[in-house]
């Protein structure tokens, strides 16, 4: 289940696991992409450091679909 934080409501889901989902429209572009997709809970992410390189293979999708808006680095933002 996702919530938007361009909607008010709450997500709700059978046994709490849900996402939060925010979107973003860089200034100058007519599309969104996603901003953020954050499980709330964390008891089972693996913590591990990020590393980009194991985004090597979809780069250039991420490039053009997934920009930074708000002035990080892409990697930061991705991380």
């Known amino acids: 289940a996702l919530a938007s934080s361009n909607q008010q ?3 709700k ?3 709490g696991r849900c996402y939060q989902l925010d979107m973003q429209r860089c200034k100058g572009s007519e599309t969104y992409t996603l901003h953020g997709l954050w499980p709330e809970w964390s008891e089972f992410c693996s913590h591990e450091e990020f590393d ?3 985004l ?3 780069r250039p999708q991420l490039e053009q679909y997934w920009p930074s808006c708000f002035g990080w680095e892409d990697e930061e933002f991705w991380a």
Do not use: Q
């Open 13 to 15: 889901y059978p046994g």
């Open 56 to 58: 090597d293979s979809i």
């Open 52 to 54: 980009a390189e194991k």
């Open 9 to 11: 409501e709450v997500c």
